[in-house]
C-alpha cells in the first residue's frame, strides 16, 4: 500500500509541473512618431504578431533587452499582457500608438490588446531598439509570432525563433 501511494503522489507531481515556453524577438528598430500609419510616413516602424492556439485566456510575459544584450525589464508584474483565446495581437514594442488617438482620428496601429502590451522601458537606455523574450506557461506551439519592419523605403517580416 505504501508503494502505491509513492506512486499515486509522484504522478500527482508530475501532473502538476507547467512548462514554460517562450518566443525571441531577436532585433527591433521603431523610431516611428505615434499615428504614423502603415507605413510610417517617416522613420521606421516595428510591429510584433502574436497569434495564440489555445482555447482559453493566454497570460504572457515581455522582457527587453538593450543592443548590448542588458535587461531592461519591465519587472513582473508590469511585463503581463493577455492574448484571448484562438486571436491574434499586434503591438507596437516602443511606442503605444492606439487606433483612435486623443484627437479622435483613426490613425493609429495597435488595438486595445496591442496598447495593453508594455512597451520598451527607456529611462536606463533611451534608444528605441533591441530585442525581447515573450514567455507563457503552456507547449511551445501555444503562440506563432512574427516581427514586421517597415519605412517608406522597405519593408520585411520574419517568424520569430523559439526563445531560450
Known amino acids: 500500500m505504501k508503494k502505491m501511494t509513492m506512486v499515486m503522489v509522484a504522478m500527482a507531481m508530475v501532473a502538476g509541473i507547467a512548462f514554460a515556453s517562450s518566443l525571441s524577438i531577436p532585433w527591433f528598430v521603431d523610431n516611428a512618431p505615434v499615428g504614423a500609419s502603415w507605413p510610417p510616413y517617416q522613420g521606421m516602424m516595428t510591429l510584433v504578431y502574436l497569434k495564440s492556439n489555445v482555447d482559453e485566456v493566454l497570460t504572457c510575459e515581455i522582457t527587453y533587452y538593450s543592443e548590448d544584450g542588458i535587461k531592461l525589464g ?27 488617438d486623443l ?51 522597405f519593408s520585411y517580416a520574419h517568424l520569430l525563433p523559439p526563445g531560450n
Open 74 to 100: 519591465p519587472e513582473y508584474p508590469d511585463n503581463t499582457f493577455t492574448i484571448n483565446p484562438m486571436s491574434s495581437v499586434a503591438f507596437r514594442p516602443v511606442a503605444e500608438d492606439p487606433l483612435m
Open 103 to 153: 484627437g479622435g482620428h483613426d490613425d493609429g496601429i495597435e488595438g486595445a490588446q496591442g496598447v495593453a502590451v508594455p512597451d520598451r522601458p527607456r529611462d536606463e537606455d533611451p534608444k528605441k531598439n533591441g530585442s525581447a523574450t515573450i514567455s507563457w506557461t503552456g507547449g511551445p506551439n501555444d503562440v506563432q509570432g512574427m516581427v514586421a519592419t517597415t519605412s517608406g523605403a
